[in-house]
T-cell receptor, first 113, second 117 residues
C-alpha cells in the first residue's frame, strides 16, 4: 500500500528564516510526486511535479527536490503570505487510475512578520 | 478562464439522508477525480472518471457512487449518511489521463463542506 508521511506536522518560522519540509514515501513504483499548497477553506493549489530522483524545480521562494525515498520542499526567506498547509502526494505507476494521488497529512506552515 | 467549480459550497444533512455534490471541470479537461478531506488530514481518493467511464475507485463503501456526464461534469452521491462522512469533498480535473508528463496534474476546486448531524 502506498504511504506518504510528512514532517514536521507544524512549523513556525520568522519572516526571512529559511527551512525545509520533508515528505517520505513508500510506493511500488513512482510515476510522479506532487506538492500542493492549501489555504484555509480552499482546495489544494498545485505547486510542483517531480518525476525522477535528482530532479529539482523552483518557483519564487520554493524549491522542491526528489530522492528515491523522500522529497524536500525548501523555503528560502519566507514571507507571511507563504503561511499555508503544504501537501505532498504520490502517484503510483501501473494501473489505469491516473487521477489517484496518495496524500500525506500535510505540514502547517506559519510565518510570523 | 473558470477553474473547477463545485456546488453546493456548504451543506448540512442528518444521519441516514442522501447527498449529491456537483462538479464542473476546467473547460477542455476530460478527467474528473473526487477526494474526501477530513479536518486535519490530507485528501483521500474516492473515484476517478475519464470519458464517462470509471477509471479508479478508492477504499470507500458502496454508499459512495459517482458518474460523469457527456459534458464532462460529474456528480458524487452518498447514501445513508453517517457522522463520519462529515468532511470537505474535493473535485479535481485534469486535461486527460495517461502517462504524458503534465497531463495528470490535478487542478482542485474549492470543495463542498458537508456536515452530518
Amino acid at each position: 500500500e502506498d504511504q506518504v508521511t510528512q514532517s514536521p506536522e507544524a512549523l513556525r518560522l520568522q519572516e526571512g528564516e529559511s527551512s525545509s519540509l520533508n515528505c517520505s514515501y513508500t510506493v511500488s513504483g513512482l510515476r510522479g510526486l506532487f506538492w500542493y499548497r492549501q489555504d484555509p477553506g480552499k482546495g489544494p493549489e498545485f505547486l510542483f511535479t517531480l518525476y525522477s530522483a535528482g530532479e529539482e524545480k523552483e518557483k519564487e521562494r520554493l524549491k522542491a527536490t526528489l530522492t528515491k525515498k523522500e522529497s524536500f520542499l525548501h523555503i528560502t526567506a519566507p514571507k507571511p503570505e507563504d503561511s499555508a498547509t503544504y501537501l505532498c502526494a504520490v502517484q503510483a505507476a501501473g494501473g489505469t487510475s491516473y487521477g489517484k494521488l496518495t496524500f500525506g497529512q500535510g505540514t502547517i506552515l506559519t510565518v510570523h512578520p | 478562464d473558470a477553474g473547477v467549480t463545485q456546488s453546493p459550497t456548504h451543506l448540512i444533512k442528518t444521519r441516514g439522508q442522501h447527498v449529491t455534490l456537483r462538479c464542473s471541470p476546467i473547460s477542455g479537461h476530460k478527467s474528473v477525480s473526487w477526494y474526501q478531506q477530513v479536518l486535519g488530514q490530507g485528501p483521500q481518493f474516492i473515484f476517478q472518471y475519464y470519458e464517462k467511464e470509471e477509471r479508479g475507485r478508492g477504499n470507500f463503501p458502496d454508499r459512495f457512487s459517482a458518474r460523469q456526464f457527456p459534458n464532462y461534469s460529474s456528480e458524487l452521491n452518498v447514501n445513508a449518511l453517517l457522522l463520519g462522512d462529515s468532511a470537505l469533498y474535493l473535485c479535481a480535473s485534469s486535461l486527460r489521463t495517461g502517462s504524458t508528463p503534465g497531463a495528470n496534474v490535478l487542478t482542485f476546486g474549492a470543495g463542498s463542506r458537508l456536515t452530518v448531524l
